[in-house]
Structure formats: C-alpha cells, structure tokens
Nanobody
C-alpha cells in the first residue's frame, strides 16, 4: 500500500506565497517522477510541475518563474513552492508519484485546495 498526503493549501492574497508538500508512504522504490497537477471548476486538469528521478524539472508556461518543484529523497516528499500567486492559480492541487522498475506503479494524493483571493 502506498499513500500520498498533501498539505500546505489554503487561502492567500494575490502576490502571496504557499508551499505545498506531498509525502509518500509505503513501499516506493525507483521513483520515475513526481508531479503536481491542478484542476479548477470548468477547466481541464493541468500538469503544473514535474521532477524526474534524476532531478530534472518541467513547468507549465503559466507558472514558470513563480513555482518551484523540489524533493527530499530521504522523506519521499515532493514540494511545490508557489510565489507571486494569482487568482488564476486557484484550484485543487494534486500530487502524483510513479515508481517501479520492471513494472510501473502510481498513486495520487487526495488534493489540497489553494484559493488566491483578496
């Protein structure tokens, strides 16, 4: 069994910052990538940021320069540091982790709400 638990969401004013965490527990090995998605009502689910097993990162154009994804291998935790937040960033943020060698496994967190509003 593997579980992902997200934390750090909440209400923040435009221009503010939040740091999301996603801690994975269970039998995870050979992590392929760790990703953050977001979904707002009426919108497509969007890949926000990803960090590969070797450490390379990718970001959606809408968040480049404002968001930073990182990880702590010892804790099996991925972070999303969000700065200069905009109302358009309001969404449920979900983390996803894929792992395995011969077979690929995956898990999703339950999501954490981020609301950017004045």
């Amino acid at each position: 069994q593997v579980q992902l638990v997200e934390s750090g969401g909440g209400l923040v004013q435009p221009g503010g910052s939040l740091r999301l965490s996603c801690a994975a527990s269970g039998s995870i090995f050979n992590i392929r990538d760790m990703r953050w998605y977001r979904q707002a009502p009426g919108k497509q689910r969007e890949l926000v940021a990803a960090i590969a097993g070797a450490g390379s990162t990718n970001y959606a154009e809408s968040v480049k320069g404002r968001f930073t994804v990182s990880r702590d291998n010892a804790k099996n935790t991925v972070y999303l540091q969000m700065s200069s937040l905009k109302p358009e960033d309001t969404a449920v943020y979900l983390c996803n982790v894929r792992w395995g060698s011969f077979l690929t496994y995956g898990a999703w967190g339950q999501g954490t709400q981020v609301t950017v509003s004045s």
